[in-house]
């Protein structure tokens, strides 16, 4: 008999929860759903910035999800694992639409996003929250596609450099040389902008 009282870390009861689903249990799913559907609908706002195309990827992030839940083997945390479905569905979805993507929809996500809900603000959220917030967002959106998508998951989202590298299928010096070139792009566009301000 299952002690009541035992004590899970999110990544074991994630997989209790996956063996339960896998296990022909669909109601289980649900639990999933509603434990990452905020952290997914955020990420893919963040690289959409349309919050009916951040619904969408969400919707089909979780349908391929169970499609393939059976495969999901464990090696890393099924949070990395859908955020990897979410970045890819996202990165899709806007070859598909050529959506042409403006700043103003990163304030929305912003706004409604309850990602780092758990965690205690740093400083990318402050500054996401002030003037150089709103410069720093522009020239996020200008990086180059392989830059942006570093430095929004180890800044933005708060990944770890091995998380990253799951979900690009890079290797992680490869993930740290375009996290760094990110920066030191934002960097000279700050200083040439400061120049020329």
């Known amino acids: 008999m299952a002690n009541p009282n035992k004590q899970y870390t999110q990544d074991q009861d994630d997989l209790e929860i996956i ?5 022909g249990d669909k109601h289980a799913y649900r639990l999933l759903i509603e ?7 955020s990420t893919a706002l963040r690289f959409t910035r349309d919050p009916s195309t951040a619904e969408e ?22 949070s990395t694992w859908l955020t990897a479905i979410a970045v890819n569905k996202a990165k899709d979805m806007l070859k598909e639409k050529h959506r042409v993507v403006s700043t103003q929809d990163m304030d929305t996500g912003i706004e409604t996003s309850s990602l780092q809900s758990n965690v205690t603000e740093g400083p990318e959220e402050t ?28 800044h933005v989202e708060l990944l770890s450099y091995e998380e990253i590298s799951s979900i ?30």
């Not at 990827?57 to 945390?77: H, I």
Request: glycine content about 4%.
């Open 57 to 78: 990827v969400t919707q089909e992030t979780f349908v391929k999800a169970w499609k393939y839940l059976a495969r999901f083997e464990g090696r890393s945390k099924f």
């Open 19 to 23: 063996t339960r689903c896998n296990n």
């Open 127 to 154: 500054l996401m929250n002030n003037e150089l917030g709103l410069q720093l967002k522009r020239l996020i959106d200008e990086l180059p596609a392989l830059y942006k998508e570093a430095f929004i998951l180890k």
């Open 168 to 197: 690009s299928k890079i290797s992680i010096e490869a993930v740290k040389m375009r996290v760094f070139r990110a920066r030191e792009i934002l960097k000279e566009q700050f200083y040439k902008e400061e120049q020329d301000g």
């Open 35 to 41: 434990r990452y559907k905020d952290a997914i609908y």
